[in-house]
């Protein structure tokens, strides 16, 4: 499947924000290599989970990427951002995909997905293949009516 | 939550990385108040440390700290002003968890009700920067007044169960909507009102479901506010169904053999991620040709990171190095015929190691055990300095014991009378045979014993020798907080700085290393430096700079405390120690100022009228210089009158094991630090030849300075044979480079250097002693000594020792 919008001749496209909540300065390098192969994708935004609530209020986002490895309690950090967020909130970790109860409580207080880290707490590989489906389903968040098979 | 020892000790390390962080911001504000940029990392540290304190289930200090916390977020919203009595009751905060960390009871530690009772306090105390009717009001997590939270609530308490109905009835239900949308929106709930403009626009089959997201909305809301909303009667209504959470993936043969292969590797699978999800790893579980590594790289920037990915097979990566996590630790998969040395040096690793089930990965290890908390404590043992002492002391006899067996080994002529005995025997009396070859056997068994003997030493070094020695931060850590006081108790205003790099001293030399610095710190504080007053009188700035500076040079430790008071008043010196008789007119008449100056060394001198309560008393300098005298080491007073003083206390660390190569001179066993050890080589006497009067070697062509080691060191010069060949050590230090000439390169060995009397380390060149079994001392040289002595021995026709031998170095 290709995706139509990321077709660089596209004029009609324009940039989304992607902004990351971590601390993790390897998940912050990881995301930025990711996007780094995706350039049509999102420009970063990264805040610390401490300034999340205020900078988040504030920010002008398409989509909120939450780390759950750098979080100091995800769940509220999931709440805070899906009540004070319109954009998509998606929850990324090593521990998600196979902690069912923490799956269940990220999605009951509002996040769009969550999705599991394969590659380690630090996701080196987000800047190989696993950055690229992930880039996939995030753009297919922020952008379904752009996301048209061709 | 994990809770076993590890963890615990993990968490104690980064809380007192956080710890450290954050004393240094509220020691740094007594001076001047916090930029915006250090209260956010104040805040930072703070929070950590609760998240910490949570990790580790210290409820006690979950609770403190978040009173902080709370105060810092009302610091940075500009809400209050800093202030010192806030700054103390934070500092004994980070005290307590300091404390609480170093003697492993940050989980039970319990709160004292004083230090509560000051947060609370401070909560308590009506906001300076806020008017009247918001400062009475306070904020709940999503940073909304509690009482508006509240009149939300009330809202959503009412309109939910009616918008329920609603939806499930199929009737109008834009006014409820058009209601909540506003209220969320003027809170500041932009995605709560999003979800509710959804609903409103909604085609009748699609409102469950978007429903559904609203009273999820609203579920949060209540849960990170703690207020009722109602939702739970919506949700029993019809068409209201709670999220299902997602499938987990199924456990396959290929899962089940990745966690078996983890597990015998002790990698920690959460440290992995998704096993489904990673290709690499299925395929590792199917190639028994291919092995994990564990590497660590400094953190990579992101187009090094695609690089780094798309050259080499990573299966998990994880941010470490403290505090900074400035670092990345990664597992690899690679053939197992790769070189590891050729990987890291690919990736440009720090560290690289191959998994072998052994030895558990650095940071992906998995818990061994799972222990309960208060069993955890018994994982760790604390062990009185004295024991430490007395085992160093055995290991100690133990080194001697090998040292002297290796001198046997290598030294004696067993070997070369086997030979002869054996060469006779064949032709002259074979009937002797046997038991001359049962000799050389019983000596090549015991060449193997001794070998061994000296590969368990070497292990028993390396597991032994960081037991005694703590990093020299830990010695000084106490200084920012006593000069604080200390200036607090005078009335002046100093900035203390500390500088200090990663060394580590043996506990016995920084027990007798801590009361020199105090006493030289509160002499600099109490006499040296002026109050803000007298300073400005001066034009020097109101706050004065204290310096603590250590630096490890060679194998000796140099600090240096440096102020930019007054300086030493050498008039009031002199004075003072006429008065006190310490010494007559004469003797001052005679003194350089620098030795008038060093008078305040003198048992009893003082130059105040009065004792203070922090110093005058005439007791403590004495102390200082016995002490470090005591430690083989030296003070050097730089006096600056008008301007400030530095006091230069230079000493070697000692009672270390290290590694040196012995020669002899024919007189005396000599230990060179292998340091500073270039070349060890055997050359023909005509080697050397006299360049510009001084005798020097040449090497490879070129011209190397040359002493003789007896020379150097004034000990009995041994025979000379003139034209035989020579053995002659290469050395090299700061850049210069010399020959010594000694009568025999005897072998390299890893000795226990011992404390070192004063007389001995008064000795030219020499730094400290060791021994060779219980009758040969082993002088070990002083690298900055010996090039000293070698710069005053050179001959006159070179212009500048130090540039000839520079001359040299350069010329290699």
């Known amino acids: 499947m290709r995706l139509k919008w990321l077709e660089p001749e596209d004029s009609t496209v324009h940039k989304s924000t992607l902004t990351l909540l971590s601390d993790d300065p390897a998940m912050q390098v990881a995301v930025a290599a990711m996007l780094r192969r995706h350039p049509q994708s999102f420009d970063l935004s990264c805040l610390a989970p401490c300034d999340a609530l205020s900078a988040l209020r504030d920010a002008a986002t398409d989509l909120v990427l939450i780390d759950a490895d750098a979080a100091v309690d995800v769940v509220v950090s999931v709440a805070v951002a899906a009540l004070v967020q319109p954009a998509p909130v998606v929850v990324v970790g090593v521990a998600l995909g196979r902690d069912e109860a923490l799956d269940a409580a990220c999605l009951v207080h509002g996040a769009t997905a969550v999705l599991a880290k394969a590659s380690g707490p630090g996701a080196p590989n987000l800047a190989g293949a696993e950055g690229d489906a992930l880039i996939s389903r995030l753009t297919l968040l922020v952008r379904p009516a752009n996301a048209v098979a061709s | 939550m994990t809770t076993d020892a590890e963890a615990l000790r993990v968490i104690a390390a980064e809380a007192a990385d956080h710890v450290t962080a954050g004393e240094a911001i509220l020691i740094a504000a007594v001076h001047a108040t916090p930029e915006r940029a250090e209260v956010d990392r104040l805040f930072r540290a703070f929070h950590s440390l609760k998240g910490l304190a949570r990790a580790a289930a210290a409820e006690q200090f979950e609770a403190l700290l978040h009173d902080a916390e709370t105060w810092l977020a009302d610091l940075r919203s500009g809400r209050r002003e800093f202030d010192a009595q806030a700054g103390e009751s934070l500092l004994q905060l980070l005290d307590l968890i300091r404390d609480a960390c170093a003697s492993g009871a940050f989980t039970d530690a319990a709160a004292p009700p004083a230090l509560s009772a000051r947060l609370r306090a401070l909560l308590d105390a009506p906001m300076t920067n806020a008017d009247t009717h918001s400062a009475s009001l306070a904020i709940d997590v999503l940073g909304i007044e509690v009482e508006t939270s509240a009149a939300f609530a009330e809202l959503l308490a009412e309109i939910l169960p009616e918008l329920a109905a609603a939806v499930a009835s199929g009737v109008e239900i834009e006014d409820d909507v058009a209601v909540l949308h506003h209220a969320a929106k003027r809170l500041g709930l932009l995605g709560f009102a999003s979800r509710l403009v959804r609903l409103r626009g909604a085609a009748e089959g699609e409102r469950a479901g978007l429903f559904e997201a609203v009273l999820r909305s609203a579920a949060s809301f209540g849960f990170l506010t703690g207020a009722t909303t109602g939702r739970l009667e919506a949700q029993r209504r019809p068409g209201s169904e709670p999220a299902q959470p997602p499938q987990l993936p199924q456990e396959t043969p290929e899962t089940r053999e990745l966690r078996s292969l983890f597990a015998q590797l002790k990698i920690n699978e959460m440290f992995v991620g998704e096993l489904g999800g990673n290709a690499l790893a299925f395929e590792l579980a199917a190639d028994n040709g291919l092995v994990i590594v564990e590497a660590v790289v400094p953190l990579p920037d992101p187009d090094e990171l695609v690089r780094l990915v798309s050259t080499q097979r990573v299966l998990a990566g994880r941010g470490v190095g403290g505090a900074r996590r400035d670092h990345l630790a990664l597992l690899l998969v690679a053939p197992a015929k790769r070189l590891l040395e050729d990987l890291a040096s690919e990736i440009g690793a720090d560290h690289c190691q191959k998994l072998d089930g052994q030895t558990p990965p650095r940071h992906f290890a998995k818990?061994?055990?799972?222990?309960?908390?208060?069993?955890?404590?018994?994982?760790?043992?604390?062990?009185?300095?004295?024991?430490?002492?007395?085992?160093?002391?055995?290991?100690?006899?133990?080194?001697?014991?090998?040292?002297?067996?290796?001198?046997?080994?290598?030294?004696?002529?067993?070997?070369?009378?086997?030979?002869?005995?054996?060469?006779?025997?064949?032709?002259?009396?074979?009937?002797?045979?046997?038991?001359?070859?049962?000799?050389?056997?019983?000596?090549?068994?015991?060449?193997?014993?001794?070998?061994?003997?000296?590969?368990?030493?070497?292990?028993?070094?390396?597991?032994?020798?960081?037991?005694?020695?703590?990093?020299?931060?830990?010695?000084?850590?106490?200084?920012?907080?006593?000069?604080?006081?200390?200036?607090?108790?005078?009335?002046?205003?100093?900035?203390?700085?500390?500088?200090?790099?990663?060394?580590?001293?043996?506990?016995?030399?920084?027990?007798?290393?801590?009361?020199?610095?105090?006493?030289?710190?509160?002499?600099?504080l109490d006499h040296g430096v002026e109050t803000p007053a007298e300073r400005g009188a001066l034009g020097k700035p109101a706050s004065a700079r204290v310096t603590l500076r250590a630096e490890q040079l060679g194998n000796r430790l140099v600090v240096t405390i440096e102020d930019d008071g007054r300086g030493i008043a050498i008039d009031k010196v002199a004075a003072k120690a006429l008065t006190q008789r310490l010494v007559s007119e004469a003797d001052i008449a005679r003194m350089t100022q620098a030795q008038i100056a060093r008078l305040i060394f003198t048992p009893g001198f003082s130059t105040r009228d009065q004792a203070s309560e922090l110093s005058g008393r005439g007791v403590g300098m004495d102390v200082a210089l016995f002490n470090v005298t005591r430690l083989g080491g030296t003070i050097h007073i730089d006096n600056r009158p008008g301007l400030g003083a530095a006091f230069r206390l230079d000493m070697p660390l000692s009672a270390a094991i290290r590694p040196l190569l012995l020669v002899d001179t024919g007189t005396q066993t000599i230990g060179l630090p292998e340091a500073i050890v270039a070349e060890a080589l055997i050359v023909p006497g005509s080697s050397v030849q006299s360049v510009n009067g001084q005798p020097s070697l040449l090497l490879r062509e070129r011209y190397l300075p040359i002493f003789d080691l007896c020379d150097l060191l004034a000990l009995p010069r041994h025979k000379l044979d003139n034209g035989e060949d020579i053995s002659v050590v290469v050395c090299r230090w700061n850049g210069q480079r010399a020959a010594l000439r000694v009568h025999r390169i005897l072998r390299r060995l890893e000795m226990l250097i011992r404390e070192t009397h004063p007389r001995i380390t008064s000795l030219p060149g020499i730094g400290g002693v060791s021994t060779l079994g219980a009758d040969r001392i082993v002088l070990v040289l002083d690298p900055d000594k010996l090039f000293g002595l070698a710069s005053q021995s050179a001959s006159r026709g070179l212009r500048s020792v130090g540039h000839a031998l520079k001359a040299a170095d350069g010329a290699q």
């Open chain 2, 367 to 524: 818990p061994t055990e799972h222990v309960p908390t208060g069993a955890a404590q018994d994982a760790l043992v604390r062990v009185p300095v004295e024991v430490l002492d007395r085992l160093f002391g055995r290991i100690g006899s133990f080194f001697s014991v090998g040292a002297r067996l290796g001198v046997l080994a290598t030294e004696s002529g067993a070997n070369e009378a086997l030979r002869r005995l054996s060469d006779f025997a064949v032709t002259r009396a074979p009937e002797i045979m046997p038991e001359i070859e049962a000799l050389l056997r019983d000596r090549r068994d015991f060449l193997n014993v001794e070998a061994e003997v000296g590969r368990l030493i070497s292990l028993i070094h390396e597991s032994t020798l960081g037991l005694r020695v703590i990093p020299f931060d830990n010695v000084v850590a106490r200084f920012p907080r006593m000069v604080r006081e200390m200036a607090r108790q005078l009335g002046k205003s100093v900035h203390f700085e500390l500088v200090s790099g990663p060394i580590k001293i043996d506990k016995g030399m920084a027990d007798t290393l801590i009361d020199p610095i105090t006493h030289i710190v509160r002499n600099a």
